[in-house]
């Protein structure tokens, strides 16, 4: 069974650019979630989607967004790019929602944003 | 509101020795605990998790951890360490009724020959 992937595992952006991270979750999975992973804040909780719907978003400003389609892959997009935003982005898939099901991460994708 | 906190974001142990990375949770309800691990370049793979049942959970790769409530803690135990151990192990936690993990800030083991 294919495991969780993400694309593309590296880009460069510009600052003020947008950016658009993809992620297919692993088949039967309808729980996708994204992190951002930066050295100075760890691991932070972006949102969480199944069957479509947007179940719970962290502190993250208006910038970031997110959706998931009817095939449970998944998008997240930055808008107008700053160099915080450098990190590495995780997405994570489990077979249904809610808290104590394990979530099986991708490999992440790497934004540097210059 | 949860919170994760692990003591030491840097712990080094001898070939063969004892691995304890330590790991205290806030939950105003009883957690859902995970243990995962991260190799260089990777995602997080998940090494162990408490949901109910018996408090002492074993793992992959000989890793165990034991929920203490009284102590409000999860420590992850390895009995011997393996070169092949030295990653970034976080804990987080979870509870019924979000859908939210609340990870720790991570505990970079190293493996000394």
């Known amino acids: 069974k294919a495991g969780v992937t993400q694309t593309p595992r590296y880009l460069i952006k510009t600052r003020g650019q947008q950016v658009t991270l993809s992620c297919s979750p692993i088949?039967?999975?309808?729980?996708v979630s994204w992190y951002q992973q930066t050295p100075g804040q760890g691991l932070q909780f972006l949102f969480e989607y199944f069957s479509e719907t947007q179940r719970n978003k962290g502190n993250f400003p208006g910038r970031f967004s997110g959706r998931q389609f009817s095939n449970s892959r998944s998008e997240m997009n930055v808008s107008t790019l700053e160099l915080g935003d450098s990190a590495l982005y995780l997405c994570?898939?489990?077979?249904?929602?809610?808290?104590?099901?394990?979530?099986?991460f991708g490999e992440g994708s790497w934004l540097t944003v210059v | 509101a949860q919170s994760v906190t692990q003591l030491g974001s840097h712990v080094s142990v001898s070939e063969g020795a004892l691995v304890l990375l330590r790991c205290n949770y806030s939950?105003?309800?009883?957690?859902?605990l995970f243990w995962y691990v991260q190799y260089p370049n990777q995602g997080l793979q998940l090494l162990l998790k408490?949901?109910?049942?018996?408090?002492l959970v074993k793992g992959i790769n000989g890793f165990e951890a034991e929920f203490k409530k009284s102590e409000t803690s999860f420590h992850l135990t390895k009995p011997s360490a393996h070169m092949s151990d030295a990653a970034e192990y976080f804990c987080a936690v979870s509870r019924s009724g979000t859908y939210k993990y609340i990870f720790g800030t991570g505990t970079r083991l190293k493996v000394l020959a």
């Open positions: 408490y949901t109910t049942g018996a408090t």
């Open positions: 088949s039967g999975h309808r729980s």
């Open positions: 994570a898939s489990s077979p249904i929602e809610g808290a104590g099901n394990t979530i099986y």
């Open positions: 939950s105003s309800v009883p957690p859902y």
